[in-house]
């Protein structure tokens, strides 16, 4: 079975880094990363990723509208939002959102986001 594939959206190059690291020791594979959330939505669809890591907090658009533009695209990705802050902080907005998950910084492992990705 081929490994996860992931792609990284944060305006830290930091987080960033410590996410790829973590996640490829997690066993899944990031094919991109992105600062921004229109560099996500474009990137998004030229890499066709499983998985997309999505901050909440970007300098652009934030990640609930992102969230958005990529469930839009037919053969979606899975899309889960990370923050610094607890998933209680945004309980509305995800439970309104397309948003197929949460995940703390914090608590970021290969084993957590690999727990969203759909079989196949």
Do not use: N, W
């Amino acid at each position: 079975m081929a490994a996860p594939t992931v792609l990284i959206v944060d305006d830290h190059a930091d987080f960033r880094a410590f996410a790829r690291t973590v996640l490829q020791a997690g066993g899944l594979e990031v094919v991109g990363e992105a600062e921004d959330g229109a560099s996500a939505v474009a990137l998004a669809s030229a890499v066709r990723p499983g998985i997309v890591l999505l901050d909440v907090q970007l300098p652009d658009l934030d990640g609930f509208a992102v969230c958005e533009l990529l469930s839009a695209e037919a053969d979606a990705p899975v899309v889960v939002l990370t923050s610094t802050r607890s998933e209680s902080t945004y309980r509305r907005r995800l439970a309104a959102s397309s948003a197929d998950g949460f995940i703390a910084k914090a608590d970021l492992s290969g084993r957590a986001l690999a727990a969203f990705a759909r079989p196949g």
